[in-house]
């Protein structure tokens, strides 16, 4: 028998809902390729642990970059292997639902439906992220009030004001958590002269990183390698340090919710204004970003309950309910 699914792709993870029995997959979006022979090796967690650890020839990589398919035969394969995992042994080709970023171009939503086809799908509908986190955090995007969601994945944020089952204003910028990382990488480089991956980037932004002051007596320990002797080196690292690494992208991040807020018609503004956003993705789980954001516009701002899933459970949701959520889908 053929089942459904809902597939949110994301740049940083990849979650797997199936109608009937809820997320049955939420593994990081990486994907390890022998360069010669171009097979798989690994995918998900095990892909990620090789990442920055592997000989010339094996490649780890993010196959999407800043929401969109950056390789299209990647993306196929790792479709493939995902719809083997979740159900094997099935025949059937499933149906799936896709949550894509609003940014990506018309080009690019047409490649992700071609890599789903290729990739064993019978029918491939298409939902945009916002609206997928809208319903899965059960806000009521069918009622003549405002609903805004800012969705800060690891390649894009995504600020959406929603009203009447659509989306009446939108801001995207593909700047997401990994720039994050990147900030901290280079800060440690330009400051420390120390080189560290992008895996120990993220560790450090775990520890101590934050958008706004909150426990300033943490510290991190950050070894890496010293680029004028190439020897060993650790040094020590604060909040305050971090904050201001990152300060650019944060700010990047806060400028597109304020760009939301005041393309929105001036009912809907004043909605958003007495009710709140609410905060959801990977990325908006970086401690005190909520203050931050609510600090600089002057709205409460509330992270949701499971930031990463909810994306997916609202795609999951239109799976169970397709007729009442129909509205939701792309075009074919």
């Known amino acids: 028998m053929a089942r459904d699914l809902a597939i949110d792709l994301g740049t940083a ?7 009937g029995r809820g997320i049955v997959l939420n593994e990081p979006t990486v994907i390890a390729l022998n360069r010669r022979t171009h097979e798989v090796l690994a995918m998900g967690h095990d892909a990620w642990q090789m990442m920055g650890r592997t000989p010339s020839d094996i490649v780890a990589e993010r196959p999407l970059r800043h929401g969109a398919v950056t390789d299209f035969e990647v993306t196929q394969r790792m479709l493939r292997l995902l719809l083997s995992r979740v159900r094997p042994g099935r025949f059937g080709r499933p149906r799936l639902v896709l949550c894509v970023p609003t940014a990506i171009t018309e080009v690019e939503r047409r490649a992700v439906r071609e890599a789903a086809r290729r990739a064993g799908a019978h029918e491939t509908f298409l939902i945009e992220q916002p609206m997928a986190a809208a319903i899965g955090c059960g ?6 009030t405002a609903s805004l969601v800012v969705d800060v994945g690891g390649g894009t944020t995504e600020t959406a004001l929603i009203s009447l089952g659509d989306i009446v204003a939108v801001d995207a910028v593909r700047v997401g958590s990994f720039d994050i990382d990147a900030a901290i990488q280079a800060y440690v480089r330009r400051e420390y002269r120390i080189a560290v991956g992008e895996r120990t980037a993220e560790e450090i932004k775990l520890a101590i990183g934050s958008a706004w002051p909150l426990r300033e007596d943490l510290k991190a320990e950050v070894r890496g390698r010293d680029l004028a002797t190439g020897l060993a ?27 939301c807020l005041g393309n929105a018609p001036p009912e809907l503004a004043n ?4 009710e ?4 959801v993705g990977g990325g908006g789980m970086l401690p005190g970003l909520d203050q931050r954001i609510a600090n600089d516009i002057d709205v409460p701002v509330q992270l949701v309950d499971n930031p990463l899933e909810c994306v997916v459970l609202g795609a999951g949701q239109c799976l169970e309910n397709p007729g009442a959520l129909h509205a939701v889908f792309q075009d074919e």
């Open 276 to 279: 709140g956003l609410n905060l």
């Open 233 to 259: 080196k650790t040094v020590i690292l604060t909040p305050a340090e971090l904050r201001a690494a990152t300060e650019d992208v944060v700010r990047e991040i806060v400028e597109s919710v304020k760009v």
């Open 139 to 144: 806000l009521p995007i069918t009622e003549p």
């Open 13 to 19: 993870n990849t979650l797997v809902y199936e109608r």
């Open 271 to 274: 909605d958003v204004i007495g």
